[in-house]
Structures are given as structure tokens and as C-alpha cells.
């Protein structure tokens, strides 16, 4: 559905630095984004750019944190935003392997 005010209040639940709380919100943000392609290369709508700052803060996220639960979370949070993007992803994955 890409609400944003889902993925707001999703975010700051993320945020509390939980475990357990940041896997579930981060999997549930996924699921809010689902097949949005937020992030990529060819998003271009002003939604999609507001998303795409979202999924950097994302990314961002999980490189600071420590949880190994909210790691795991955030990329399949990422996983189900690129969901039947293809080719559309690559570049994500490209920036995710380095």
C-alpha cells in the first residue's frame, strides 16, 4: 500500500533499539513497501523519493546497529521492497555486496 504514515510509526518502533521490536516493525515495513521498487534508480515520483529516503535511513540502520535480529529484519525488509523489480534492484544489490 506504501502508507507513509505506516512506515513512519513502523520506523520509530524500529527505532527503539529492540530486538525483538526492530525485527518485527523492519518485516512489517517490508510488507507496507512490498514490490515498490523504493530506492532504485528509477524511482521517480515524489512519493518514491520520500521511500527511497526511508530505505537509505534503512540501510543506514542496520549498519550501525548491533542486533543481529534487526540486520536480518531490515534485509528482508529490502528483499520484499524489490520484490518482481528485476533488473530495477541491481544496483542495490551491487551497493549491498560491497
Given at each position: ?61 542496520s ?22 523489480q ?13
Amino acid at each position: 500500500s506504501c502508507d507513509l504514515e505506516v512506515v513512519s510509526e513502523l520506523k520509530e518502533l524500529l527505532y527503539t533499539d529492540s530486538a525483538v521490536a526492530g525485527e518485527a516493525a523492519s518485516i512489517a515495513m517490508g510488507m507496507v513497501l512490498v514490490g515498490s521498487g523504493a530506492g532504485n534508480a528509477n524511482s521517480t515520483s515524489a512519493s518514491n523519493e520520500e521511500l527511497g529516503e526511508i530505505v537509505a535511513e534503512l540501510r543506514n540502520y542496520s549498519r550501525e546497529t548491533h542486533h543481529e535480529k534487526i540486520i536480518r529484519g531490515i534485509a528482508i525488509c529490502l528483499a520484499l521492497v524489490n520484490y518482481g523489480q528485476e533488473e530495477n534492484a541491481d544496483a542495490m544489490i551491487e551497493e549491498m555486496r560491497g
